[in-house]
C-alpha cells in the first residue's frame, strides 16, 4: 500500500520537470529568435544572394572570355607567392632582432609595430602620393642626390606599380608577423640555447636545430592563415593604383569592383566566386593542421 501510495507523487514530479524543460526550451529559443534573424538577414541573405548571381553560366564564360580576367588570376598568384614568402623571410629574421633583452631594442619594436597599428587608407594613400612620378617625394629625392631628371614610373609602369603594391603590403603586415614571431621565440626555454653554447654550437647551428624546429608549426600556420588574408586584401592595390595601369595589375580582390562600377554585377561576383578555389584548400589544411596541433 505504501509504494502504490508513493506513485502518483513520482509521476507528478516527473510531469512538472519535462514541462519546466519545455518552458526553458521555448523561452531559449524566443530569446535567440531575434539574433538568428539578424544573423539570416545580414548574412545568410547577402552570401546566398551572391551565389545565386553566381550561378549564371553565361557569367563565367564572359568572365572567362576576358584577358583582363587572365591577368589577374596570374597576378593573384604570384601576388601571393612573393609578398607572402619574402614577408615571412624577412620577419623570421627580423623576430631575432627584436627578441633581444635590450631597452633601445623594445622602443624600437614598438616603433616598428606603428605602420601596422595606423589605419590603412590614409598610409597607403601616403604612399601613392610619394611614389607619384611626377612631382613625388621619391622622385624629388632620386634627382637632388643622384641628378636623375626623369625619375622611374613608380605608378605608371605596370611592373614596378605591381611591385610597388606588393612591397606596399609587406610593408603594412610585416610588424604583425613579425610581433608573431618574437612571441614563438620568447616561448622557447633559454636553457637549450645556454647548452647549446656550452657545447659549442655558434649561431646558425642553435637556429638550424634549436630555434626553426621550435617555430615551424607556428611559421607554417602563420603563413597558410596570410596567405588567406592577402589573397582578400584589397587596400594595398586598389588604394596605391586603383588596378592600373591600364587595368593590368588587378587581384581578385579589385577585380570585382572593377566589373561593379561598369554596372556588371554578376561578374563581379562571379570573380569573387573564382577565389574559393584557392580559398578553401587552404582554409582545410589550417584547419586540419589546427585540430592535430590540440590533439
Known amino acids: 500500500m505504501t509504494t502504490a501510495a508513493m506513485a502518483p507523487p513520482a509521476t507528478a514530479s516527473s510531469e512538472a520537470t519535462s514541462g519546466q524543460a519545455r518552458d526553458r526550451v521555448f523561452w531559449g529559443v524566443l530569446m535567440l529568435a531575434p539574433y538568428l534573424l539578424v544573423f539570416a538577414v545580414m548574412v545568410v541573405y547577402p552570401v546566398a544572394y551572391g551565389l545565386w548571381l553566381g550561378l549564371n553560366w553565361q557569367s563565367y564564360k564572359a568572365l572567362f572570355a ?40 623594445r622602443f624600437m619594436l614598438v616603433l616598428f609595430i ?70 614563438g621565440r620568447l616561448a622557447i626555454a633559454q636553457d637549450l640555447y645556454e647548452a647549446a653554447s656550452v657545447d659549442g654550437a655558434n649561431k646558425w647551428q642553435q637556429f638550424r636545430f634549436i630555434t626553426w624546429p621550435s617555430l615551424a608549426t607556428l611559421y607554417v600556420t602563420s603563413t597558410l592563415l596570410s596567405m588567406i588574408w592577402t589573397l582578400g586584401d584589397f587596400n594595398s592595390v586598389y588604394l596605391l593604383t586603383g588596378g592600373g595601369p591600364g587595368d593590368l595589375n588587378h587581384v581578385l580582390a579589385t577585380l570585382g569592383i572593377r566589373y561593379m562600377r561598369n554596372n556588371n554585377l554578376d561578374l563581379g561576383i562571379a570573380s569573387i566566386i573564382c577565389a574559393m578555389p584557392l580559398i578553401l584548400p587552404m582554409v582545410w589544411f589550417m584547419v586540419k593542421r589546427l585540430s592535430k596541433g590540440s590533439e
Open 66 to 105: 576576358d584577358p583582363i580576367f587572365i591577368r589577374t588570376l596570374v597576378n593573384t598568384v604570384v601576388f601571393l607567392f612573393i609578398a607572402v614568402n619574402l614577408k615571412f623571410i624577412i620577419a623570421l629574421f627580423l623576430s631575432g632582432f627584436f627578441v633581444q633583452q635590450r631597452a633601445w631594442v
Open 114 to 183: 606603428l605602420p601596422w597599428a595606423v589605419p590603412s587608407i590614409p598610409t597607403i594613400l601616403s604612399f601613392r602620393v610619394m611614389l607619384n612620378p611626377e612631382n613625388g617625394m621619391i622622385n624629388q629625392q632620386l634627382f637632388h642626390w643622384f641628378g636623375i631628371v626623369e625619375g622611374p614610373g613608380w605608378l605608371t609602369d605596370p611592373t614596378l606599380a605591381f611591385a610597388s603594391s606588393i612591397m606596399v603590403h609587406i610593408w603594412k603586415s610585416l610588424p604583425f608577423w613579425t610581433l608573431i614571431l618574437v612571441t
